[in-house]
């Protein structure tokens, strides 16, 4: 599975980003999407995920700014980011988790990185 971010940007305190995750190689074999992201200093976490099997899953700092979709024809993912605040800064990564065996080990698969700056 290959992964592409684009998308990201310098945006304004307040400002909207969508950033776009294009998925190849085999698609079919994959369980579940997800943004992650990374600040300077920080570890990597969770954004939002999402799976064919359950709602989407977003972490505190995001709900109700940040939503996740995706569109199979495309075979996109997206993430619109509203609202957006200098705290957001960081590198999105796109990940997806294939090949899930019963016990729930999966290949996972990472995008490049796509930088968001939020900044005046």
């Known amino acids: 599975v290959q992964l592409v971010e684009s998308g990201g940007g310098l945006v304004q305190p307040g400002g909207s980003l969508t950033l776009s995750c294009a998925a190849a190689?085999?698609?079919?074999?994959?369980?579940?999407m997800g943004w992650y992201r990374q600040a300077p200093g920080k570890e990597r976490e969770k954004v939002a995920l999402m799976s064919s099997v359950s709602m989407p899953d977003y972490t505190d700092s995001v709900k109700g700014r940040f939503t996740i979709s995706r569109d199979d024809a495309k075979n996109t993912m997206y993430l619109q980011m509203n609202s957006l605040k200098p705290e957001d800064t960081a590198i999105y990564y796109c990940?997806?988790?294939?090949?899930?065996?019963?016990?729930?080990?999966?290949?996972?698969?990472w995008g490049q990185g796509t930088q968001v700056t939020v900044s005046n």
């Open positions: 990940n997806a988790r294939a090949d899930c065996s019963a016990y729930g080990a999966c290949d996972d698969y």
């Open positions: 190689g085999s698609i079919s074999s994959i369980n579940a």
